[in-house]
């Protein structure tokens, strides 16, 4: 009985704590997570902001951006070491077990949505090279993507030990070529050809991973302690989230494109390029379809592994639509996201005193288990995404995911204490 009961645990926990034989250390956390924030779709985001801001501005609001998401996603991953619980899981203790099923299925569907993204990044510079169809090839890339992030946190793990020195190594040479081909002097003073507000560009910096930072426990629950977590997480945020930014933003200023593939053709790197992006691609769409996986099993109870399949067809489908509309996509997330994660810290930090009782527990204590829907979270999150949207459209100064982070963060506890 024994033997067979251990042939069905799920090695990706997506309806249970992280048992702790499977927790890993800070090189191979580092490692994962760095995975994930070395994302190709941040050098197309970074490229915008070359193409739109100054030199100073650019730094600013990169290096205030990641400070936005350092703070963001490291209380989150404390918060995942201290459980081991995914995203989906932890929602179910603020949101409610039913109420969980809001951010779990926003959260999956911007993922998923991220995934076409990739996808069509990863085809478009190969159908540029070859003349080949590029639905032919997101169909081929999106079928490729899923099947890999079908073996869940190990695959993850091996794609991004190859895949994370491959793009540092291509960032690296494209910036001191173009560098090196036009002078630090031209970048200093290159002219914004697509002016934004230091405001948006920041806004663009954190709305680029805000999706993927709420979703930070879903890897770092894998942390053996608390300091694993947080320690590799702000720094893959700092260093891989910059860098990438950097990767894109120099060769759009000085080259005046805001596609890294354009500039790879200029530089004559198009070949090594399509690998090492393609690679990259590869492995940001694995996490994004695994998180993705993990947020639909908590909605439907079903295995994680069949769920990525269905994921991963609708996000192939759906593909250059998502490409085409990029910024909008940015702004989205920047509006439905950030309150989520608030709530979540809020509600261990603050109402919890930064201790929860275990799942097992939670479900059998009749005083202090899981509620059905919680209406102070669904309230905090609506008041949030309000506010958002109210920054989005300039009736509220500031950064839109921060004005939602900081008021939900204030409203939930309050609403906690009136609504019993």
């Known amino acids: 009985m024994e033997a067979t009961t251990a042939k069905v645990v799920d090695q990706d926990f997506a309806l249970d704590h992280v048992a702790q034989g499977s927790k890993k250390g800070f090189f191979s956390m580092l ?129 991004s030990f190859i895949a994370v020195p491959a793009i540092a190594v291509l960032g690296c040479y494209s910036v001191t070529d173009a560098i090196g081909t036009f002078g630090f002097d031209a970048l200093q003073s290159v002219t914004p050809i697509h002016e934004m507000s230091l405001f948006a560009a920041i806004g663009i910096c954190v709305g680029s991973f805000i999706s993927g930072g709420t979703l930070t426990p879903d890897f770092t629950r894998f942390a053996k302690t608390k300091k694993v977590a947080v320690s590799t997480t702000v720094i893959a945020f700092f260093l891989g989230n910059t860098l990438m930014f950097i990767f894109g933003a120099v060769g759009a ?21 399509m690998v090492v992006l393609g690679l990259n691609i590869w492995t940001t769409n694995d996490n994004a379809l695994y998180a993705s996986g993990l947020g639909l099993s908590n909605v439907t109870g ?61 479900k059998t204590d009749q005083v202090n288990g899981f509620k059905a829907i919680r209406i102070p979270a669904l309230l905090a999150w609506g008041i949030g995404v309000a506010v958002a949207l109210l920054t989005e459209h300039g009736f509220i100064g500031g950064i839109t995911p921060l004005n939602a982070t900081i008021v939900s963060l204030i409203v939930y506890p309050i609403l906690v204490k009136l609504i019993k």
């Open 31 to 159: 490692v994962v997570m760095l995975g994930f924030t070395f994302f190709s779709a941040s050098m197309w985001a970074g490229g915008k902001l070359g193409a739109g801001v100054t030199f100073n501005d650019f730094f600013l609001s990169v290096l205030a951006g990641n400070l936005i998401l350092g703070l963001y996603t490291g209380a989150l991953a404390y918060i995942a070491a201290s459980t081991g619980l995914s995203t989906h899981l932890l929602a179910r203790y603020s949101f409610g077990a039913k109420g969980s099923y809001l951010p779990s299925f926003l959260l999956s569907f911007t993922q998923v949505g991220w995934f076409g993204v990739g996808v069509a990044m990863f085809a478009i510079p190969i159908a540029k090279a070859t003349g080949w169809n590029v639905y032919a090839l997101i169909i081929i890339g999106g079928l490729l993507m899923t099947s890999s992030a079908w073996f869940g946190i190990k695959a993850l793990t091996i794609l």
């Open 253 to 273: 200023a000085l080259y005046q494109l805001n596609d890294i593939s354009d500039v790879l053709v200029k530089q004559g790197m198009i070949v090594l390029g």
């Open 302 to 362: 079903l295995p994680k592994k069949w769920v990525v399949i269905f994921n991963g067809i609708i996000g192939t489908i759906f593909a250059m639509w998502l490409y085409n509309n990029f910024v909008g996509w940015l702004s989205t997330l920047n509006v439905m996201l950030p309150s989520i994660g608030a709530v979540i810290i809020a509600d261990f930090f603050v109402v919890n005193k930064g201790k929860y009782l275990s799942m097992a527990q939670m």
